[in-house]
T-cell receptor, first 111, second 112 residues
Framework: DAKTTQPPSMDCAEGRAANLPCNHSTISGNEYVYWYRQIHSQGPQYIIHGLKNNETNEMASLIITEDRKSSTLILPHATLRDTAVYYCIVRVWNYGQNFVFGPGTRLSVLP | DVKVTQSSRYLVKRTGEKVFLECVQDMDHENMFWYRQDPGLGLRLIYFSYDVKMKEKGDIPEGYSVSREKKERFSLILESASTNQTSMYLC???????????FGPGTRLTVL
């Protein structure tokens, strides 16, 4: 799996958009970008994933650069409940393989 | 909604005890996984299973075994618990056609 780099922590004001960056400069053509988050004392929660097109769901948007070397997860209107550690993971769409979670970004949403 | 449940949220055991951690999923998923999570080390895969009675070693299988007798249940066994197995244990499941993994709430195990 390609390695990802994320800032260790970020703050965001409640109600504003939270933009979480991820660098994955060694990503290969068949690797997807996944985002998970983990709220304190809970298991990780899937947010979104994509290959090369931008993706949006009810939780977030995923913007992937054209060269696919970086991506940004956008939470459009952050709430206090979005305070969590956010993990960016790149991996092949491969049956039965595990996800490699790095240290992630600790997002604090401030009132 | 997919639901992955784990038998205990908190568990305290003594060194040398045999420990069973149970995980059940209700979405008929083929794949199930056991991870442990430690500060600064992220999640590390212990074992996974892609079918009933099938198992594969992950990155850190030493000191652990697993059992998958039924599709919905995946058990992690610590044959003789040691203090270095104090950790948060997370179970996950996924369907075979999709790599999105659904995680349980975790079991925080303390071995004294």
């Amino acid at each position: 799996d390609a390695k990802t780099t994320q800032p260790p922590s970020m703050d965001c004001a409640e109600g504003r958009a939270a933009n979480l960056p991820c660098n994955h400069s060694t990503i290969s053509g068949n690797e997807y970008v996944y985002w998970y988050r983990q709220i304190h004392s809970q298991g990780p929660q899937y947010i979104i994933h994509g290959l090369k097109n931008n993706e949006t769901n009810e939780m977030a948007s995923l913007i992937i650069t054209e060269d696919r070397k970086s991506s940004t997860l956008i939470l459009p209107h952050a709430t206090l409940r979005d305070t969590a550690v956010y993990y960016c993971i790149v991996r092949v769409w491969n049956y039965g393989q595990n996800f490699v979670f790095g240290p992630g970004t600790r997002l604090s949403v401030l009132p | 909604d997919v639901k992955v449940t784990q038998s205990s949220r908190y568990l305290v055991k003594r060194t040398g005890e045999k420990v069973f951690l149970e995980c059940v999923q209700d979405m008929d998923h083929e794949n199930m996984f056991w991870y442990r999570q430690d500060p600064g080390l992220g999640l590390r895969l212990i074992y996974f299973s892609y079918d009933v009675k099938m198992k594969e070693k992950g990155d850190i299988p030493e000191g652990y075994s697993v059992s998958r007798e039924k599709k919905e249940r995946f058990s992690l066994i610590l044959e003789s618990a040691s203090t270095n197995q104090t950790s948060m244990y997370l179970c996950a499941s996924s369907p075979s056609e999709d790599n999105e993994q659904f995680f349980g709430p975790g079991t925080r195990l303390t071995v004294l």
